[in-house]
């Protein structure tokens, strides 16, 4: 009778509870294992079983982790973008903190012109401060997508 070997996919469908015991482990082919040891984002327990199940298999079986731990590290930079998000977060904190100072300073005049200007400064600092990481959000995804590219590319 020949013995049936669970995929990846099926594992994964399994209860967690159920999918880390040897019996189940023992069905999944060598391969498929190193392979989500590789691949697959696990916890320290879920790593350890399956390792001690391939060296259960082969006692010479050594895994070692790769260690790609900088997301940012061969990424693309953006010089005059980032130089951009430091302009506009220095921008955002002069508007917050002058908005709060010409406040003080007019609230002997018009306590409503001292509210308006407070209030002007913080939302315009605040927008000034929203723009400087929606440019850094779109510099990271941009830097990532490129690593995943360039990362799916050297696994063909």
Not at 15 to 28: A, F, H, I, T
């Amino acid at each position: 009778m020949e013995k049936k070997n669970l995929t990846i996919e099926d594992l994964w469908e399994m209860p967690e509870d159920e999918r880390y015991s040897s019996q189940v482990l023992s069905e999944v082919t060598s391969d498929n294992l190193v392979k989500i040891l590789d691949e697959y984002v696990l916890s320290g327990a879920e790593k350890e079983k399956l390792i001690s199940e391939l060296q259960r298999r082969d006692p010479s079986f050594v895994y070692t982790e790769n260690e790609e731990t900088d997301l940012h590290e061969g990424s693309i930079k953006y010089p005059a973008l980032n130089t951009l998000v430091v302009v506009y977060k220095i921008l955002g904190w002069i508007l917050i903190i002058g908005g709060v100072l010409g406040a003080l300073a007019y609230i002997e005049e018009s306590v409503i012109a001292s509210i308006a200007i407070a209030i002007g400064g913080v939302i315009f600092g605040i927008m000034a401060l929203a723009a400087a990481e929606s440019i850094k959000v779109m510099t990271d995804i941009s830097s990532f997508s490129y690593q995943i590219l360039k990362h799916l590319k050297s696994k063909d």
